[in-house]
């Protein structure tokens, strides 16, 4: 295919174009969740290479592969006309792909060949492929010839022809002989690039009949041969010695062209006797090391990824004994189009404007074409918001349905490219992609970053805050990155909490919540440390560690980097390595590793393994300092410096440290200059100007350093001009009308030189031509007074010393100094979401009466009353948020309902803050009401509970009633039916009648305004017990249910209790006077002394009972337990009237109602009345009657 032809019409071209929107590009996301149902034009993503060379036994696949909203369609055109693929048999387009396959078995392959172009449509535009030019590979037969057989004298050069027949792609070259052999090549005998075999002399070995070459063609894995050459050596007449000559390239220059990003390769190859050596230079400079080789015995030089640096002259030196040959190679560096930059396809909102640009280059200069949906775009429909100028087409305001695909063709004398991207105009409501509830885990001190990517049409814009309330703005310690991520360059434990992204354009807005932990780092407390151990004892290496207690950490030991070997007598720990009977195979280095999922902690020891002997361990230690030092090569930059080292102490030297004295300028202090290898001896030193050196040697082994060697020779070097210029150069105005110039001033070791002076130059940015400038002296800042506010300045410090001035400085710019902004923000608009929520709107101010850098808008508000009329008013404390930026809106979280609220707004720069906007009133809609202050009974009775409350603390709006629901709870801690009441506003008692006795109730009581019912406030209630066993009394005109029967209230049942009780008293007597029958029992002498007054024993004289035994007579009934406090408690066989009651704690009021609390399904709410977690026995019972 001719590359530089231009497209025909109806050819499609691939764009590849950067696309920009004025602010960022919007990137169609990858999510399938988000992709479906989003329109898309098509978008190639799989098409075969532009030059497709076939196999002819093979079929012939051409890919194209395209995805789009909905599915594309394909079709091609051959040689610039429709290919019908249905027409043709031996053609098949598979199924939802443009890729075709044609069955070339038993055709003649040739009728395939031509340059083809794939097509994909859907109904919002057409994107094409490549070009592809599609050709059969060819080995065609060498041509028949006879070979003149060859006869030469010893010495001279010789060249034999290869001249392979063309193929397609062109065949590899190599010479063998009749056994299949390859030739042996040398630098005597070669093979140049075009195949031809050069003798730069010949010898008599070289005589032989059977010189072939051949030639393999790769596609079809063929190979042909030529005929065999035949070279005959006469040494009758000898050459004699000769100097060097080029046989390839001829004459004393050529010239060679190659493309950009292409292998250039030169070739020389000389004759001569003896045989020369080829060497390579480039005029002017150097070759490029890490893209050269050389091939062919240095006759060929390659370099790789070529670009324009690489033109110039080349020069090939063939030398020997007898002189040297020379010869110029010309290389010229042209280049097929290339992309400047990568393309992306672009997203727009309806109304917005966006660019695709079409950035090349090439040499010569590429021509630039652009085509919509495959038509030139000059015979495409006219459309008035688009304006093509030359690499850049500009989309003005556009609309529904104007999607379309774009296309861009660069193309020179050496090629071209072609890409496709397409233009989707979309209107879609924010989606954040990021999941939700994500929980992040770093490590303290380490970079946090919180993901919030989002997509919409227009882009989104993302706001940040933490724990639902704080506003996140760009600045330390947080950084908002373009795509949403929330960054904390150090976290830090107080940076822990929930965090809330919120993605809004003007089709809404979407929120997500993430988390951040952060967590205690892992670090070793407690390192292993050197052993040296003889041979069959133990070894232990401690390696005590602190983590998170919120992470598992995992302990790892390793030796020599590898596992521990898999062997009984190493055992490990928690913190710690145990290695019994020791053994030369066990020394090396220990390594203990504790690994968390967020990080890890490693240290090491040396474990040596010496003889179990009474023989002295080999002891290892510092080395001795170097001696003798002495200081040779002398110049005004460098020394070199050599030393003797001391004695190394059993360990080998590891490395030396240099270091130096600055005796003029850091008398007494030793820096560290450089380091060598431990088998070093002398250190070439790079020195600077106007110090007086004194250098030392320090040693050091795996024990540690030798301390320092003797001082050096003094070495003074002389002063010069200033190297370098001073660093850390800014422009800060600390005072209006002022700008303080500041630098790092440089140290003796750096000024080289006396008299060490700074020039400071300085001009206004973009309106002073002419420098102002002052040399001051050593200092460290110069004040510019009389300055404009708040103006840029050009900034330029020099240093100077006695021997001239330092290197050109930088330009910085810098600001004079900031005044108090002059204006207010206007035209301060609030929109209200809802009830706790508004954002505020202004009008920026102007940019000239900020008079400073501009920080962000201070908005303060502040609840003035509420709008309820019987609502006092209490005193607000005014509440701020500060905006970053040059913000317009900003939103206020949090406000109270129903309430009056005021605000206004300042400007900040640097200076401080401007006058406040005149102040705006707004108002929040009702929500709905706090939980009733308390809710209480009283005045239990029978059949009745009387209830009465306080209105909620904050009623968010006007009440319109409460809400009382109650149910009772029976014997088994069930829960009965709910009943509902409705209560007027200004309602705060009610009595409830017709309730059952000794039954314990459950209130849940709410208020309401028109948001709905708030937060319930809960409470528990017994009715009084019925003792009476009458009927209740029926209230007029009410219904009053029937009561259910507490069998704990029943008379035969309390009959029954006391029964029991009876009885148990009548078994303890009778058990006390057969124990006393039984002998005396010997009493604790501690006993007299503790007695309790209330349980003496009996006297023998006075005919009650003797003495008792403690750990018989206090043993509790048989039934029940008796702990330390006194209190008895319930066992399992236990009649407890509790088993019949209410709840677990019951018991007897003085009025005779029994109360407790139940157990079981109550709710978290009900933690309230008697809190004993003890159930009475029946004597309890009993005693609650006295």
């Not at 610039?80 to 043709?88: A, S």
């Not at 015979?379 to 609309?399: M, W």
């Not at 968390?596 to 300092?625: C, F, G, N, R, W």
């Not at 406090?1125 to 019949?1140: F, I, K, M």
Request: proline content about 8%; hydrophobic content about 30%.
């Amino acid at each position: 295919m001719d590359r530089s032809r231009k497209w025909l019409t109806g050819f499609g071209v691939v764009l590849l174009t950067l696309l920009s929107h004025m602010t960022s590009a919007l990137e169609v996301p990858l999510d399938p969740k988000v992709l479906e149902g989003l329109p898309q034009p098509p978008t190639i993503t799989l098409q075969s290479p532009k030059d497709y060379i076939f196999d002819p036994r093979e079929n012939i696949v051409i890919h194209c592969e395209a995805k789009g909203k909905p599915q594309p369609s394909f079709s091609w055109t051959r040689n610039g006309t429709h290919f019908d693929v249905e027409k043709d048999s031996k053609v098949l387009l598979k199924p939802g792909s443009g890729t075709l396959v044609i069955d070339i078995s038993g055709e003649k392959a040739e009728a395939y060949e031509g340059t083809y172009q794939c097509t994909a449509h859907n109904e919002h535009g057409t994107a094409v492929s490549n070009n592809i030019v599609i050709r059969q590979s060819r080995s065609p037969l060498w041509s028949k010839e006879r070979n003149e057989a060859i006869v030469v004298q010893i010495g001279v050069s010789l060249v034999l022809q290869c001249r392979p027949p063309a193929g397609l792609p062109p065949p590899v070259i190599f010479w063998m002989d009749n056994n299949f052999q390859k030739l042996p090549l040398d630098k005597r005998v070669s093979q140049a690039l075009n195949g031809d075999l050069y003798f730069s002399n010949v010898l008599p070995e070289d005589t032989r009949n059977d010189y072939i070459c051949y030639a393999r063609f790769p596609h079809t894995q063929t190979i042909q041969q030529k005929q065999p050459i035949s070279v005959t050596v006469l040494a009758n007449s000898p050459e004699g010695e000769r100097r060097p000559g080029f046989m390839m390239p001829l004459g004393p220059t050529s010239t060679k062209m190659v493309l950009r990003g292409e292998t250039l390769e030169l070739e020389c190859i000389a004759d001569g006797l003896p045989t020369p050596d080829i060497s390579w230079q480039k005029d002017g400079a150097e070759l490029p090391s890490s893209r050269m080789s050389f091939q062919n015995f240095k006759k060929t030089l390659k370099i790789s990824d070529v670009n324009e640096a690489d033109g110039g002259d080349y020069r090939c030196i063939a030398t020997n004994n007898l002189g040297t040959a020379y010869h110029m190679i010309k290389v010229t560096v042209k280049a097929a189009p290339f992309w400047v930059s990568a393309p992306r396809n672009l997203i727009l909102a309806p109304n917005e404007t966006g660019i695709l640009t079409c950035r090349v280059n090439g040499e010569p200069k590429p021509k630039i074409s652009w085509f919509v949906n495959g038509v030139p775009i000059e015979n495409a429909p006219e459309d008035h918001s688009r304006k093509v100028d030359d690499d850049t087409v500009i989309l003005s305001n556009v609309q529904s349905g104007s999607s379309a695909v774009y296309q861009c063709n660069a193309s020179n004398e050496f090629g071209y490219l072609m890409a496709n991207a397409f233009v989707s105009v979309l209107a879609e409501p924010p989606r954040v992609l990021t999941p939700p509830n994500r929980v992040y885990q770093v490590i303290t001190n380490n970079p946090a970053l919180l993901h919030c990517a989002s997509f919409g049409s227009p882009i989104p814009t993302i706001t940040w805050y933490k724990d639902s309330k704080i506003s996140i703005q760009n600045g330390d310690p947080y950084v908002i990155h373009e795509n949403g991520t929330l960054e904390i360059h150090v976290a830090q434990p107080l940076n822990s909490g929930k965090y809330t992204c919120i993605a809004t354009n003007n089709l809404g807005l979407r929120e997500n919540h993430v988390y951040l932990e952060v967590k205690e780092p892992t670090r070793i407390l407690k390192q292993p440390e050197y052993k040296v151990v003889q041979r069959g004892m133990s070894a232990v290496f401690e390696c005590k560690v602190k983590h998170d207690p919120s992470l598992i950490p995992t302990m790892t030991w390793l030796k020599d980097k590898g596992e521990l070997p898999d062997d009984e007598r190493f055992e490990v720990d928690m913190d710690s390595l145990t290695i019994k009977d020791v053994t030369d195979e066990d020394e090396g280095t220990y390594t203990c590793m504790m690994n968390t999922t967020l990080d890890q902690d490693s240290a090491s020891a040396m474990l040596t393994v010496v003889e179990a002997t009474p023989t002295p361990a080999i002891v290892y230690e510092k080395p001795d300092p170097p001696t003798d030092l002495e200081l040779t090569d002398q110049t005004e930059r460098s020394v070199q410096l050599t030393w003797i080292p001391g004695d190394e102490h059993n360990s080998h030297t590891q490395k030396f440290l240099i270091q130096y004295e600055d005796i003029l300028h850091q008398p007494g202090v030793w820096i560290n200059l450089t380091e060598v290898a431990g088998t070093s001896t002398t250190a070439q030193l790079h020195l600077s100007p106007y110090v007086y050196y004194s250098f030392r040697v320090l040693a050091l082994n795996r024990v540690g350093y030798s301390g320092p060697s003797h001082s050096s020779a003094q070495y003074r070097t002389n002063p010069a001009a200033p190297d370098e210029n001073p660093s850390g150069v800014q422009g800060v105005g600390v005072e209006p009308g002022s700008l303080v110039i500041s630098w790092t001033p440089l140290t003796g070791f750096q000024c080289n030189g006396p008299g060490l002076e700074y020039k400071v130059q300085w001009r206004q940015k973009d309106v002073e031509e002419e420098w102002s400038s002052k040399n001051v002296a050593n200092v460290s800042q110069f004040i510019v007074s009389a300055s404009p506010i708040y103006v840029p300045y050009e900034i330029k410090v020099q240093a100077l010393n006695d021997y001239g001035s330092g290197p050109v400085p930088e330009v910085v710019i810098g600001y004079s100094g900031e005044d108090l902004p002059l204006s207010a923000p206007d035209n301060v608009q609030v929109m209200v979401h809802n009830s706790t929520l508004a954002e505020v709107h202004w009008e920026p101010v102007s940019f000239p009466s900020v008079r400073g850098q501009l920080q962000g808008y201070k908005v303060l508000y502040r609840r003035e009353r509420g709008r309820h009329e019987t609502e006092e008013d209490t005193e607000q404390e005014e509440q701020v948020l500060t905006f970053s930026g040059n913000r317009s809106e900003g939103r206020l979280p949090g406000l109270q309902p129903y309430s009056v609220y005021s605000l206004f707004i300042k400007v900040l720069n640097n200076k401080g803050e401007g006058p406040p906007s005149p102040s705006k009133t707004f108002e929040t809609p009702e929500g709905v009401p706090g939980r009733p202050s308390f809710l209480n009974v009283i005045n239990p009775s029978l059949d009745s509970l009387t209830l009465e409350w306080g209105p909620p603390m904050k009623s968010n709006g006007r009440l319109t009633g409460y809400t009382l629901k109650y149910q009772p709870v029976n014997n088994t801690s069930e829960l009965g039916p709910v009943k509902v009441m409705t209560l007027q506003a200004n309602e705060t008692t009610i009595t409830l009648s017709n309730l059952n006795s000794s039954m314990l109730y459950k209130f849940y009581l709410s208020a309401r305004t028109i948001k709905g019912p708030g937060p319930i406030v809960t409470e528990e209630a017994f009715t009084v017990m019925d003792t009476t066993r009458t009927q209740p009394t029926v209230e007029t005109g009410k219904a009053v249910p029937s009561r259910q029967v507490d069998i704990a209230t029943q008379g035969w049942f309390i009959g029954l209790m006391c029964a029991i009780a009876l009885l148990i008293l009548v078994l303890l007597i009778v058990c006390f006077i057969k124990r006393n029958k039984g002998g005396k029992y010997p009493v604790k002498e501690k006993e007299d002394a503790h007695q309790d007054p209330e349980i003496q024993p009996m006297k023998e004289d006075d005919g009650t009972f003797g003495e008792y035994s403690d750990t018989e007579d206090h043993k509790p009934l048989k039934g029940s337990r008796t702990p330390s406090n006194g209190t008895v408690r319930r066992d399992e066989s236990d009649d407890s009237l509790v088993d019949y009651g209410e709840g677990g704690d019951g018991q007897f009021n003085e009025d005779g109602s029994f109360i407790g609390q139940y157990s079981g399904k109550k709710e978290k709410d009900t933690h309230e009345g008697n809190e004993s977690s003890e159930a009475p026995s029946p004597v309890n019972a009993m005693n609650s009657f006295v």
